[in-house]
């Protein structure tokens, strides 16, 4: 099996006196979905904040292709080419969908004025690659778009930065039967092109089609990572709701410890 | 691939069909400075009709010059309400700015150059206070200009001890208010360089990355944020870039009143505010241009001009000036309830 992208050995994350996430082993294969399943208040925000460099992890080792990292900021995230689209998200209304995809790392010439054509050029061709059709115009505003639709934005934002691993937080929570299809579909793309995909995903069905690898979290510890076709249905929903199912999970005596 | 048939990209084969209320709403929210031009036409057109004075070229001058001061300040005014901040001191700290530059001028000897730009410092220096009562206390900027507001005025009132200071006529700081004549139409230097202040700060937030981030900031911090934005730097350099405009006001208004005058800013905060809001720009942040504002500071002059030659009781002027910030408001309001 090739060897994981991304991986982080026994991270360990508190906001204050509350411990979110246990000695979290993770890791995040190129070519991959990873799945990260796990009930409401489970962690898995806050893994891929940390991930992202906007928490600090408290302890743990990262690695990024086989080398030792560390990422304390999301510049440190960007510059190794992991990039996230937020649960909540992160597309300003007002601005066009170019101007949302470049917002804080927007093209110039002379380093001072924008260069718009080819910002205007590299969303289209970056689109394209993800064979999005369903956008008209890429000036259009983004408050005129379908969840969808900004759900696609955000993803080509992300992927624009010739990024290596990229983490969708609940991309489809808000979208309707027709919109999920797509951007499920996209999710599958990115991972056919080589990069290594994080998939958050409370839909069971949907994470079992297209994942290739599931991480379980169950209050902030991993209670299993297996591999899609060797899992089902109940058995997620087992270590999602009891962070066990038969002979794999964490045992009981751990679990209690935590809740 | 069966994507055009497919109901994913369905949504996409259905035409979308607006109603014509929708398809206004929908021009408004994508060309913010099209209502206020439209007001500004039909205004001029009104008024043209009602008096034979209103379209001469001597009329028309008079009410640019008249307009020069507050439309300086509305350039500031508009990048602070850009970031969904407000700025209510900002016609007190150009006075201030405006008494530094004639004292040191007048009661110091300070050459007039030297004065001119230790008095922009001085703006600057208010932008700056305002910035970081704003970004670094998270004060609502609301409160904070309220305060400083009262401060500046009692600076100001000290500084100068109540008093007006007039510069002779050749002086330097009065510049801004010589007439250059282009035809039969005259205009002064002051007007000239409230126009540059409007190209130049218009192509900064159009044209610049840092414009964009003004405008992502004002409309969602948090997603501006996330983009990598330093959203509390942005704050601070609107606060800097409204003390710039202070400055230069200031000396705009130097060559209007023939010198300084501590009572003079009373109106200009609410005066340039209302040419803000009139020129279609957003109190909620992100969304607006500064040409709307001149537009908005004109639509004010020429309500005020062409009133006072129809004749009207001066009160009237401001009774129109009223219902036009709560006309422009509420078409705001409507305007930003755009959908998909
Ligand atoms: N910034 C924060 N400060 C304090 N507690 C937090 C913060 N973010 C998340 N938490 C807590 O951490 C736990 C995990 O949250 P989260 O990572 O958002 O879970 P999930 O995304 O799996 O639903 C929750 O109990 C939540 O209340
Ligand atoms: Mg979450």
Not at chain 1, 120 to 135: D, I, M, Y
Not at chain 2, 276 to 281: H, L
């Amino acid at each position: 099996m090739t060897d994981p992208l991304l991986e982080l050995r026994s991270v360990n994350k508190s906001f204050g006196p509350v411990q979110v996430l246990h000695d979290v082993d993770f890791r995040v294969y190129p070519g991959q979905v990873t799945a990260l399943v796990g009930d409401n208040g489970a962690g898995k925000s806050t893994l891929v904040k940390t991930i992202a460099g906007i928490y600090r992890a408290d302890s743990g080792d990262f690695a990024f292709d086989g080398k030792p990292v560390t990422i304390h900021s999301p510049k440190e995230a960007a510059d190794l080419g992991i990039e996230v689209v937020y649960q909540d998200l992160a597309l300003c209304d007002n601005l066009d969908i170019v101007q949302n995809m470049f917002l804080g790392r927007e093209a110039t010439s002379g380093g001072v004025v924008l260069d718009e054509l080819t910002m205007e050029e590299r969303a289209r061709t970056t689109l394209a690659s993800l064979s999005v059709r369903t956008v008209k115009s890429v000036r259009q505003s983004v408050a005129s778009l379908s969840g969808g639709q900004r759900q696609t934005v955000a993803i080509a934002k992300a992927v624009l930065w010739n990024s290596r691993v990229v983490l969708l937080d609940e991309p489809t929570a808000a979208l309707g039967v027709a919109q999920t299809r797509q951007v499920l579909d996209l999710v599958r793309r990115l991972a056919d092109a080589g990069l290594g995909v994080v998939l958050i995903s409370h839909n069971m069905v949907d994470v079992l089609e297209v994942s290739d690898r599931i991480t379980a979290l169950y209050l902030g510890r991993v209670a299993a990572d297996l591999p899609a076709k060797e899992s089902n249905l109940s058995q997620i929903v087992e270590l999602i709701t009891a962070g066990r199912s038969g002979d794999i999970g964490i045992p009981a005596a751990t679990a209690a410890e935590s809740a | 691939m069966s994507e055009q048939t497919a109901p994913a990209s369905a949504e996409e084969l259905v035409p979308s069909r607006h109603s014509p209320a929708q398809r206004v709403q929908h021009l408004l929210h994508r060309n913010p400075a099209l209502s206020p031009l439209i007001v500004l036409v039909v205004a001029v057109l009104v008024f043209g009709v009602v008096s034979e004075n209103f379209l001469r070229p001597q009329s028309l001058s008079l009410l640019v010059q008249q307009m020069a001061v507050v439309g300086a300040l509305a350039v500031g005014q508009t990048v602070i309400v850009l970031t969904a901040g407000i700025d209510l001191s900002i016609g007190m700290a150009m006075v201030l700015s405006s008494l530094v530059m004639v004292k040191l001028n007048f009661d110091h000897g300070v050459p007039g150059p030297l004065a001119l730009l230790i008095g922009i410092a001085a703006g600057i220096l208010t932008g700056v206070v305002n910035g970081v009562l704003v970004t670094r206390i998270n004060l609502p900027p609301f409160i904070v200009t309220l305060g400083t507001f009262s401060i500046f005025t009692a600076v100001a009132l000290l500084y100068a001890a109540g008093q007006t200071t007039a510069l002779p006529d050749d002086s330097f700081l009065l510049w801004t208010g010589e007439t250059i004549r282009i035809g039969s139409v005259g205009i002064t230097w002051g007007v000239l360089l409230m126009l540059v202040l409007y190209a130049g700060v218009g192509f900064a937030l159009r044209n610049t990355a840092w414009g964009r981030h003004l405008y992502a900031t004002g409309d969602d911090r948090d997603a501006a944020e996330l983009a990598g934005i330093r959203t509390k730097r942005v704050l601070l350099s609107a606060y800097v870039v409204a003390g710039v405009t202070v400055g230069v006001a200031a000396w705009i208004l130097c060559g209007r009143v023939g010198g300084a005058d501590p009572n003079a800013g009373l109106n200009y905060n609410l005066m340039s505010i209302t040419a803000v809001v009139i020129g279609g720009t957003s109190l909620f942040g992100g969304r607006g241009l500064v040409i709307g504002s001149l537009l908005g500071a004109l639509i004010v002059q020429v309500f005020n001009s062409g009133l006072a030659l129809a004749g009207v009781d001066p009160n009237y002027q401001v009774l129109a000036t009223g219902i036009l910030v709560i006309l422009a408001v509420a078409v705001d309001q409507w305007i930003r309830r755009v959908k998909a």
